[in-house]
C-alpha cells in the first residue's frame, strides 16, 4: 500500500476507533462486570500507529516485557499466518484486515475462580 493511501485508510480507521473507544468507556462505566475491549490499528507487520489507553496495558498482561512499537510476537505471526483469533493465558485477540490496515481488538480473559 502506497504511503497516502495508508494514510488515508488510517485517518478513516481513527473515526471508528475514537466511536468505538467512547462506546467501549462508556459500557464500562453502565456495566462494571463486563470486561472492556481495546483497540489498535497496525500495518502487516504489526507495527501498531493507532491505539486506545489501555491496549498497551492489556498487551503487557500476556507479554509483561513488550515495549512496542510493534505488536508482539505471537499476534505478528497471526497476521502473517492471516488467522483472525489468539487466545492466551491472560488475552484474548481478534484482527479485521481492511485493505493494509489491520484493525486489533484485545481484552483481558475472565479466569474462573
Not at 483472525?84 to 490496515?101: M, P, T, W
Request: with cysteine; aromatic share 8%; net charge negative.
Amino acid at each position: 500500500m502506497r504511503p497516502g493511501n495508508l494514510h488515508l485508510a488510517m485517518q478513516q480507521a481513527s473515526q471508528f476507533f475514537n466511536f468505538a473507544d467512547e462506546c467501549s468507556h462508556a459500557e464500562f462505566l453502565h456495566e462494571t462486570v463486563k470486561i472492556a475491549d481495546a483497540y489498535a490499528l497496525s500495518d502487516e507487520l504489526g507495527i501498531i500507529y493507532q491505539s486506545d489507553n489501555t491496549f498497551a496495558d492489556l498487551l503487557q498482561l500476556e507479554w509483561p516485557d513488550w515495549c512496542g512499537p510493534q505488536l508482539p510476537l505471537p499476534l505478528r505471526r497471526l497476521l502473517s499466518a492471516q488467522r483472525e483469533h489468539y487466545l492466551g493465558a491472560r488475552v484474548a485477540a481478534c484482527i479485521q484486515r481492511n485493505g493494509g490496515v489491520i484493525n486489533i481488538r484485545i481484552r483481558e480473559r475472565q479466569l474462573c475462580a
